[in-house]
Protein backbone atom coordinates (compact mmCIF):
# COMPACT_ATOMS: atom_id res chain seq x y z
CA UNK A 1 0.00 0.00 0.00
CA UNK A 2 1.63 3.39 -0.76
CA UNK A 3 1.39 6.37 1.05
CA UNK A 4 -1.40 8.05 -0.95
CA UNK A 5 -3.51 4.74 -0.38
CA UNK A 6 -2.89 4.58 3.24
CA UNK A 7 -4.07 8.37 3.49
CA UNK A 8 -6.89 7.59 1.75
CA UNK A 9 -8.39 4.55 4.00
CA UNK A 10 -7.54 6.59 6.86
CA UNK A 11 -9.41 9.68 6.28
CA UNK A 12 -12.43 6.96 5.13
CA UNK A 13 -11.97 5.38 8.27
CA UNK A 14 -12.15 8.88 10.40
CA UNK A 15 -14.84 9.85 8.27
CA UNK A 16 -16.87 6.97 9.21
CA UNK A 17 -15.62 6.83 12.88
CA UNK A 18 -18.74 6.58 15.42
CA UNK A 19 -16.30 8.64 17.88
CA UNK A 20 -15.08 10.94 15.39
CA UNK A 21 -17.07 13.67 17.59
CA UNK A 22 -15.73 12.85 21.04
CA UNK A 23 -12.14 14.49 19.81
CA UNK A 24 -14.26 17.52 20.20
CA UNK A 25 -14.36 16.82 24.05
CA UNK A 26 -10.87 17.28 25.00
CA UNK A 27 -8.44 19.71 24.89
CA UNK A 28 -5.56 18.49 22.42
CA UNK A 29 -2.04 19.99 23.07
CA UNK A 30 -0.57 22.35 20.93
CA UNK A 31 2.82 23.08 19.34
CA UNK A 32 4.67 26.47 19.52
CA UNK A 33 3.05 26.99 16.25
CA UNK A 34 -0.68 26.69 17.57
CA UNK A 35 -0.70 23.10 15.76
CA UNK A 36 -2.24 20.45 17.37
CA UNK A 37 0.32 17.75 18.23
CA UNK A 38 -0.34 13.94 17.79
CA UNK A 39 -0.78 12.92 21.45
CA UNK A 40 0.25 9.30 21.88
CA UNK A 41 0.51 9.70 26.30
CA UNK A 42 -2.86 8.90 27.22
CA UNK A 43 -1.63 5.47 28.36
CA UNK A 44 0.58 7.69 31.18
CA UNK A 45 -1.83 11.01 31.74
CA UNK A 46 -5.17 11.61 29.33
CA UNK A 47 -6.59 14.63 28.22
CA UNK A 48 -8.75 17.34 29.52
CA UNK A 49 -12.40 17.21 29.11
CA UNK A 50 -13.69 20.56 28.13
CA UNK A 51 -16.39 19.64 30.79
CA UNK A 52 -13.75 19.74 33.61
CA UNK A 53 -13.56 23.61 34.26
CA UNK A 54 -17.53 24.35 33.94
CA UNK A 55 -18.07 21.25 36.69
CA UNK A 56 -14.99 22.41 38.73
CA UNK A 57 -16.79 25.85 38.99
CA UNK A 58 -19.85 25.28 40.01
CA UNK A 59 -18.23 23.15 43.09
CA UNK A 60 -16.27 26.37 43.56
CA UNK A 61 -19.42 28.33 43.82
CA UNK A 62 -21.70 26.46 45.64
CA UNK A 63 -19.07 26.05 48.41
CA UNK A 64 -18.28 30.64 47.77
CA UNK A 65 -22.29 30.97 48.71
CA UNK A 66 -23.57 28.03 50.61
CA UNK A 67 -19.80 27.53 52.96
CA UNK A 68 -20.80 24.35 54.88
CA UNK A 69 -24.59 23.96 53.98
CA UNK A 70 -22.90 22.40 50.72
CA UNK A 71 -22.55 19.35 51.83
CA UNK A 72 -26.66 18.89 51.76
CA UNK A 73 -27.22 21.96 49.41
CA UNK A 74 -24.78 22.04 46.80
CA UNK A 75 -26.30 21.32 43.13
CA UNK A 76 -24.41 18.40 43.56
CA UNK A 77 -24.48 17.82 47.52
CA UNK A 78 -20.81 16.67 48.59
CA UNK A 79 -21.76 13.76 51.71
CA UNK A 80 -22.70 11.87 49.32
CA UNK A 81 -20.50 13.16 46.36
CA UNK A 82 -18.85 9.73 45.80
CA UNK A 83 -21.79 8.01 45.10
CA UNK A 84 -22.04 9.95 42.00
CA UNK A 85 -19.28 8.10 40.56
CA UNK A 86 -20.23 4.58 41.60
CA UNK A 87 -22.64 3.34 38.72
CA UNK A 88 -20.80 4.19 35.42
CA UNK A 89 -17.20 3.40 37.47
CA UNK A 90 -18.88 0.00 37.54
CA UNK A 91 -20.03 -0.28 34.13
CA UNK A 92 -16.52 0.66 32.79
CA UNK A 93 -15.16 -2.35 34.80
CA UNK A 94 -18.08 -4.65 34.58
CA UNK A 95 -18.60 -5.06 38.48
CA UNK A 96 -21.87 -4.26 40.46
CA UNK A 97 -22.40 -1.15 42.09
CA UNK A 98 -21.89 -2.36 45.26
CA UNK A 99 -18.63 -3.86 44.29
CA UNK A 100 -16.87 -0.29 43.65
CA UNK A 101 -15.84 2.62 45.02
CA UNK A 102 -13.99 5.72 43.80
CA UNK A 103 -12.04 6.45 46.55
CA UNK A 104 -7.84 7.59 47.68
CA UNK A 105 -5.42 6.52 44.48
CA UNK A 106 -3.66 3.17 43.39
CA UNK A 107 -1.03 2.30 45.57
CA UNK A 108 -3.10 3.10 48.88
CA UNK A 109 -6.35 1.02 47.49
CA UNK A 110 -3.66 -1.62 46.78
CA UNK A 111 -2.48 -1.39 50.48
CA UNK A 112 -6.16 -1.19 51.83
CA UNK A 113 -7.03 -4.08 50.10
CA UNK A 114 -3.99 -6.22 50.90
CA UNK A 115 -4.42 -4.88 54.48
CA UNK A 116 -7.63 -7.23 53.72
CA UNK A 117 -6.90 -9.66 51.55
CA UNK A 118 -3.29 -10.61 52.36
CA UNK A 119 -3.45 -12.99 55.09
CA UNK A 120 -0.53 -15.07 55.47
CA UNK A 121 -0.16 -17.79 57.80
CA UNK A 122 2.96 -20.31 58.80
CA UNK A 123 1.95 -22.28 55.53
CA UNK A 124 1.03 -19.90 53.35
CA UNK A 125 2.47 -16.37 53.04
CA UNK A 126 4.12 -16.22 49.91
CA UNK A 127 2.90 -13.37 47.59
CA UNK A 128 3.13 -13.98 43.28
CA UNK A 129 3.90 -10.79 41.41
CA UNK A 130 5.76 -10.71 37.96
CA UNK A 131 9.22 -9.59 37.64
CA UNK A 132 8.95 -6.09 35.65
CA UNK A 133 5.88 -5.24 37.65
CA UNK A 134 5.49 -1.47 38.24
CA UNK A 135 8.06 -0.47 40.68
CA UNK A 136 4.77 1.10 43.12
CA UNK A 137 3.22 -2.35 43.24
CA UNK A 138 6.84 -4.46 43.96
CA UNK A 139 7.02 -1.96 47.05
CA UNK A 140 3.74 -2.12 48.51
CA UNK A 141 3.83 -5.83 48.22
CA UNK A 142 6.94 -6.06 49.65
CA UNK A 143 5.88 -3.96 52.33
CA UNK A 144 3.17 -5.51 53.27
CA UNK A 145 5.47 -8.96 53.70
CA UNK A 146 7.83 -7.35 56.17
CA UNK A 147 4.89 -5.45 58.11
CA UNK A 148 3.98 -9.70 58.46
CA UNK A 149 6.98 -10.40 59.78
CA UNK A 150 7.94 -12.04 56.85
CA UNK A 151 11.32 -12.06 54.89
CA UNK A 152 10.41 -11.29 50.83
CA UNK A 153 13.61 -13.70 49.91
CA UNK A 154 10.96 -16.24 50.62
CA UNK A 155 7.99 -14.89 50.35
CA UNK A 156 8.02 -12.80 47.12
CA UNK A 157 7.76 -14.87 44.30
CA UNK A 158 8.15 -13.22 40.97
CA UNK A 159 7.43 -14.76 37.08
CA UNK A 160 9.03 -13.99 34.56
CA UNK A 161 8.64 -14.34 30.86
CA UNK A 162 10.78 -17.36 29.25
CA UNK A 163 14.08 -16.25 27.94
CA UNK A 164 14.31 -14.74 25.01
CA UNK A 165 10.53 -13.84 25.28
CA UNK A 166 8.90 -10.47 25.96
CA UNK A 167 6.08 -11.30 27.84
CA UNK A 168 4.72 -14.02 30.15
CA UNK A 169 2.59 -16.80 29.00
CA UNK A 170 -0.43 -17.51 30.55
CA UNK A 171 0.35 -21.14 30.71
CA UNK A 172 3.03 -20.53 32.78
CA UNK A 173 1.32 -18.36 35.10
CA UNK A 174 -0.94 -20.99 35.45
CA UNK A 175 1.26 -23.52 36.04
CA UNK A 176 3.55 -21.57 38.71
CA UNK A 177 0.40 -21.14 40.37
CA UNK A 178 -0.23 -24.47 40.67
CA UNK A 179 3.55 -25.32 41.52
CA UNK A 180 3.64 -23.22 44.40
CA UNK A 181 -0.52 -22.75 45.37
CA UNK A 182 -0.22 -24.53 48.41
CA UNK A 183 2.10 -21.41 50.02
CA UNK A 184 0.65 -18.90 48.14
CA UNK A 185 -1.26 -16.04 49.80
CA UNK A 186 -2.23 -13.45 47.29
CA UNK A 187 -1.55 -13.93 43.71
CA UNK A 188 -1.32 -9.49 42.26
CA UNK A 189 -0.98 -9.08 38.47
CA UNK A 190 -1.56 -6.46 35.88
CA UNK A 191 -4.43 -6.08 33.63
CA UNK A 192 -2.21 -4.47 31.00
CA UNK A 193 1.45 -4.74 31.83
CA UNK A 194 2.61 -1.14 31.99
CA UNK A 195 5.79 -1.57 29.77
CA UNK A 196 4.90 -4.10 27.34
CA UNK A 197 1.03 -3.57 26.81
CA UNK A 198 0.75 -7.02 26.90
CA UNK A 199 -3.20 -8.08 28.14
CA UNK A 200 -3.22 -10.66 30.83
CA UNK A 201 -6.33 -13.13 30.96
CA UNK A 202 -7.92 -11.87 34.11
CA UNK A 203 -10.72 -14.88 34.24
CA UNK A 204 -8.31 -17.62 33.18
CA UNK A 205 -5.57 -16.85 35.88
CA UNK A 206 -8.15 -15.57 38.84
CA UNK A 207 -9.52 -19.55 38.04
CA UNK A 208 -6.31 -21.15 38.42
CA UNK A 209 -5.71 -18.79 41.55
CA UNK A 210 -8.97 -19.65 43.04
CA UNK A 211 -8.47 -23.47 42.19
CA UNK A 212 -5.22 -23.19 44.65
CA UNK A 213 -7.02 -21.68 47.32
CA UNK A 214 -5.07 -18.21 47.42
CA UNK A 215 -6.60 -14.66 47.09
CA UNK A 216 -6.33 -12.98 43.74
CA UNK A 217 -6.24 -9.04 42.90
CA UNK A 218 -5.34 -6.87 39.85
CA UNK A 219 -3.75 -3.62 38.79
CA UNK A 220 -5.56 -2.56 36.20
CA UNK A 221 -3.94 0.97 35.90
CA UNK A 222 -3.23 0.28 32.21
CA UNK A 223 -6.41 -1.42 31.58
CA UNK A 224 -9.37 0.78 32.90
CA UNK A 225 -10.56 3.01 30.32
CA UNK A 226 -8.56 1.04 27.50
CA UNK A 227 -10.07 -2.92 27.50
CA UNK A 228 -13.39 -4.24 28.75
CA UNK A 229 -13.53 -5.69 31.99
CA UNK A 230 -15.89 -8.43 33.24
CA UNK A 231 -14.34 -7.91 37.27
CA UNK A 232 -17.38 -9.42 38.94
CA UNK A 233 -17.82 -12.36 36.41
CA UNK A 234 -14.36 -12.47 36.58
CA UNK A 235 -14.99 -14.02 40.70
CA UNK A 236 -11.41 -11.82 41.64
CA UNK A 237 -11.22 -10.40 45.25
CA UNK A 238 -9.93 -7.25 44.33
CA UNK A 239 -9.11 -4.98 41.85
CA UNK A 240 -7.35 -1.36 42.29
CA UNK A 241 -6.85 1.10 39.53
CA UNK A 242 -5.99 4.77 38.83
CA UNK A 243 -8.33 6.96 36.75
CA UNK A 244 -5.19 9.49 35.03
CA UNK A 245 -4.54 7.02 32.15
CA UNK A 246 -7.28 6.11 29.98
CA UNK A 247 -9.86 7.55 32.00
CA UNK A 248 -8.64 11.41 31.77
CA UNK A 249 -9.76 12.06 35.63
CA UNK A 250 -6.43 14.44 35.34
CA UNK A 251 -3.16 14.58 37.31
CA UNK A 252 -3.44 12.32 40.55
CA UNK A 253 -6.77 11.61 39.74
CA UNK A 254 -8.71 9.92 42.22
CA UNK A 255 -8.50 6.18 42.07
CA UNK A 256 -10.64 2.99 42.39
CA UNK A 257 -11.68 -0.07 44.36
CA UNK A 258 -13.36 -3.45 43.88
CA UNK A 259 -14.18 -5.86 46.06
CA UNK A 260 -15.77 -8.73 44.72
CA UNK A 261 -19.72 -9.43 45.98
CA UNK A 262 -18.77 -12.39 48.23
CA UNK A 263 -16.54 -10.29 50.31
CA UNK A 264 -17.88 -6.61 50.08
CA UNK A 265 -21.37 -7.27 52.38
CA UNK A 266 -18.98 -9.07 54.69
CA UNK A 267 -18.13 -6.89 58.31
CA UNK A 268 -16.13 -9.81 59.37
CA UNK A 269 -13.42 -8.98 56.50
CA UNK A 270 -10.58 -7.25 58.85
CA UNK A 271 -9.82 -4.10 57.42
CA UNK A 272 -8.11 -0.73 58.33
CA UNK A 273 -10.97 1.81 59.20
CA UNK A 274 -12.38 5.10 58.82
CA UNK A 275 -15.59 7.02 59.64
CA UNK A 276 -16.14 6.75 56.19
CA UNK A 277 -16.47 2.91 55.70
CA UNK A 278 -18.88 3.77 58.81
CA UNK A 279 -22.92 2.31 58.19
CA UNK A 280 -24.39 5.14 57.01
CA UNK A 281 -27.05 5.08 59.31
CA UNK A 282 -25.56 5.79 62.34
CA UNK A 283 -22.44 7.74 60.67
CA UNK A 284 -23.45 10.92 62.53
CA UNK A 285 -24.28 9.75 65.98
CA UNK A 286 -20.83 9.37 66.35
CA UNK A 287 -20.99 5.81 67.93
CA UNK A 288 -17.56 3.88 69.03
CA UNK A 289 -18.17 0.81 67.36
CA UNK A 290 -17.41 0.16 63.81
CA UNK A 291 -19.81 -1.06 61.07
CA UNK A 292 -18.45 -1.27 57.74
CA UNK A 293 -21.27 -0.39 55.12
CA UNK A 294 -22.41 -3.24 53.23
CA UNK A 295 -20.37 -2.49 49.99
CA UNK A 296 -17.00 -1.57 49.18
CA UNK A 297 -17.78 1.77 49.85
CA UNK A 298 -16.78 -0.42 53.83
CA UNK A 299 -13.31 0.26 52.72
CA UNK A 300 -13.79 4.38 52.85
CA UNK A 301 -11.65 6.15 55.56
CA UNK A 302 -12.25 9.63 54.83
CA UNK A 303 -15.06 12.13 53.64
CA UNK A 304 -14.86 12.41 49.70
CA UNK A 305 -12.37 15.10 47.81
CA UNK A 306 -14.86 16.42 45.93
CA UNK A 307 -12.90 19.17 44.26
CA UNK A 308 -10.45 15.55 42.90
CA UNK A 309 -13.71 14.02 42.32
CA UNK A 310 -15.10 16.21 40.06
CA UNK A 311 -13.03 15.49 37.09
CA UNK A 312 -13.57 11.91 36.87
CA UNK A 313 -17.38 12.74 37.23
CA UNK A 314 -17.28 14.66 33.86
CA UNK A 315 -14.40 11.84 32.38
CA UNK A 316 -17.33 9.04 33.39
CA UNK A 317 -20.01 10.74 31.53
CA UNK A 318 -17.75 10.85 28.07
CA UNK A 319 -17.35 7.13 28.75
CA UNK A 320 -21.11 6.69 29.52
CA UNK A 321 -21.81 7.97 25.74
CA UNK A 322 -18.84 6.37 23.87
CA UNK A 323 -19.23 2.68 25.46
CA UNK A 324 -16.33 0.33 26.06
CA UNK A 325 -17.61 -1.59 23.28
CA UNK A 326 -17.39 1.08 20.50
CA UNK A 327 -13.72 2.47 22.31
CA UNK A 328 -12.42 -1.41 22.13
CA UNK A 329 -13.23 -1.63 18.70
CA UNK A 330 -11.55 1.42 17.34
CA UNK A 331 -8.89 0.93 19.07
CA UNK A 332 -8.14 -2.89 18.06
CA UNK A 333 -8.35 -1.44 14.85
CA UNK A 334 -6.00 1.59 15.11
CA UNK A 335 -3.59 -0.81 16.46
CA UNK A 336 -3.88 -3.37 13.95
CA UNK A 337 -3.18 -1.05 11.04
CA UNK A 338 0.10 0.36 12.72
CA UNK A 339 1.32 -2.71 13.29
CA UNK A 340 0.84 -3.61 9.54
CA UNK A 341 2.51 -0.44 8.60
CA UNK A 342 5.10 -0.74 11.08
CA UNK A 343 6.05 -4.70 10.16
CA UNK A 344 6.22 -3.01 6.44
CA UNK A 345 7.98 -0.66 6.40
CA UNK A 346 10.39 -0.29 9.79
CA UNK A 347 11.37 -4.21 9.78
CA UNK A 348 14.71 -3.88 11.32
CA UNK A 349 14.90 -0.34 12.92
CA UNK A 350 11.34 -1.03 15.07
CA UNK A 351 10.88 -4.26 17.24
CA UNK A 352 7.16 -4.42 18.58
CA UNK A 353 7.42 -5.82 21.58
CA UNK A 354 3.77 -5.87 22.87
CA UNK A 355 1.72 -9.74 21.77
CA UNK A 356 -0.18 -8.63 18.53
CA UNK A 357 -2.72 -10.90 18.66
CA UNK A 358 -6.12 -8.51 19.77
CA UNK A 359 -7.03 -10.69 22.97
CA UNK A 360 -3.49 -9.90 24.20
CA UNK A 361 -3.23 -6.25 23.55
CA UNK A 362 -4.67 -3.01 24.18
CA UNK A 363 -4.38 0.94 23.04
CA UNK A 364 -0.47 0.81 23.82
CA UNK A 365 1.69 -0.76 21.52
CA UNK A 366 5.36 -0.67 23.05
CA UNK A 367 8.18 -0.24 20.63
CA UNK A 368 12.24 -1.25 20.45
CA UNK A 369 13.91 1.39 18.88
CA UNK A 370 16.62 -0.26 17.41
CA UNK A 371 19.41 2.82 17.31
CA UNK A 372 18.91 6.18 18.55
CA UNK A 373 17.45 5.32 22.17
CA UNK A 374 16.28 8.31 24.34
CA UNK A 375 17.06 11.34 21.41
CA UNK A 376 14.46 9.33 19.65
CA UNK A 377 11.71 10.54 21.37
CA UNK A 378 13.25 13.78 22.11
CA UNK A 379 12.95 14.40 18.27
CA UNK A 380 9.57 13.36 18.27
CA UNK A 381 8.44 15.71 20.80
CA UNK A 382 10.25 18.11 18.66
CA UNK A 383 8.08 17.12 15.49
CA UNK A 384 4.88 17.47 17.45
CA UNK A 385 4.60 13.55 19.02
CA UNK A 386 4.12 13.46 22.30
CA UNK A 387 4.92 9.64 23.42
CA UNK A 388 7.41 8.34 25.98
CA UNK A 389 10.34 6.65 26.70
CA UNK A 390 10.87 3.74 29.34
CA UNK A 391 14.64 2.21 29.72
CA UNK A 392 16.30 0.94 27.85
CA UNK A 393 15.30 0.78 24.58
CA UNK A 394 11.52 1.49 24.43
CA UNK A 395 8.99 3.62 23.64
CA UNK A 396 5.36 3.51 24.23
CA UNK A 397 2.80 4.89 21.95
CA UNK A 398 -0.87 5.02 22.55
CA UNK A 399 -3.97 6.28 20.32
CA UNK A 400 -6.94 6.94 22.43
CA UNK A 401 -9.94 5.88 20.39
CA UNK A 402 -11.82 9.25 22.58
CA UNK A 403 -9.64 11.83 20.80
CA UNK A 404 -7.00 10.40 18.55
CA UNK A 405 -7.89 9.92 14.47
CA UNK A 406 -7.16 7.31 12.24
CA UNK A 407 -4.69 10.06 10.12
CA UNK A 408 -2.74 10.62 13.30
CA UNK A 409 -1.46 6.88 12.54
CA UNK A 410 0.34 8.24 9.61
CA UNK A 411 1.25 11.47 11.01
CA UNK A 412 3.20 9.62 13.62
CA UNK A 413 4.88 7.03 11.10
CA UNK A 414 5.94 9.76 8.90
CA UNK A 415 7.42 11.90 11.74
CA UNK A 416 9.16 8.40 13.14
CA UNK A 417 10.23 7.44 9.79
CA UNK A 418 12.05 10.88 8.82
CA UNK A 419 13.58 10.47 12.56
CA UNK A 420 14.94 7.38 12.36
CA UNK A 421 16.78 7.90 8.83
CA UNK A 422 18.21 10.68 10.50
CA UNK A 423 19.09 9.27 13.66
CA UNK A 424 19.92 5.26 13.19
C1 LIG B 1 0.41 4.15 36.95
C2 LIG B 1 0.60 2.97 37.82
C3 LIG B 1 0.63 3.09 39.21
C4 LIG B 1 0.56 4.44 39.86
O1 LIG B 1 0.27 4.38 41.21
P1 LIG B 1 -0.28 5.67 41.98
O2 LIG B 1 -0.55 5.17 43.32
O3 LIG B 1 -1.49 6.14 41.23
O4 LIG B 1 0.78 6.72 41.95
C5 LIG B 1 0.75 1.93 39.96
N1 LIG B 1 0.85 0.71 39.38
C6 LIG B 1 0.83 0.57 38.03
C7 LIG B 1 0.94 -0.78 37.42
C8 LIG B 1 0.72 1.70 37.21
O5 LIG B 1 0.73 1.56 35.89
Not at 155 to 165: F, T, V, W
Request: charged share 20%; net charge negative; glycine share 8%.
Amino acid sequence: MTTSELATRLEKLDRKDPLRDFREQFFLPMDANGQEMVYLCGNSLGLQPRTVAPLLNQELDDWKSLGVEGHFHARRPWMPYHELLTAQMADVVGALPMEVVCMNSLTVNLHLMMVSFYRPTHQRNKILIERGAFPSDRYAVESQILHHGYDPANALLEIEPRSGEDYLRAADIEITIKDFGHELALVMLPGVQYYTGQVFDIERITRAARAAGCAIGWDLAHAVGNVPLKLHQSQADFAVWCNYKYMNAGPGAIGGCFVHERHAGNPEIPRFAGWWGHDKASRFSMPANFVPIASAEGWQLSNPPVLAMTPLLASLDIFAAAGMDRIREKSLRMGRILIEQLQQNFAGKVQIMTPQGDTQRGAQLSLRITHGGPHIQQALIDAGVICDWREPDGIRIAFAPLYNRYTEILRFLNILERILDHHG
